[in-house]
């Protein structure tokens, strides 16, 4: 969890060392963002955030010819599902 503002962001970071199961902001299936919406909700919720605006943000780290390559999906998915 992170602030940007008055905004709450949620980020979920995923690492991938090869790309034989794509890369890591694909991995971020609908299953997955229920799972963090779910979560999301319950810490909003037990720490007064319900009002405040949620933005869901992932950051992939993809390792290509022994480098990082990072990619930031800001708001990646909404609240909303």
Wanted: hydrophobic share 35%.
């Amino acid at each position: 969890m992170a602030r940007d503002g008055a905004i709450t962001v949620f980020v979920e970071v995923k690492e991938r060392r090869g790309t034989s199961h794509g890369e890591g902001f694909e991995s971020v299936t609908s299953s997955k963002r229920r799972r963090i919406l779910g979560a999301a909700r319950v810490y909003a919720a037990r720490h007064g955030l319900s009002e405040s605006p949620l933005r869901f943000d992932v950051i992939s780290i993809d390792w290509q010819a022994g480098s990082p390559r990072v990619r930031h999906d800001r708001d990646a998915f909404s609240a909303d599902g």
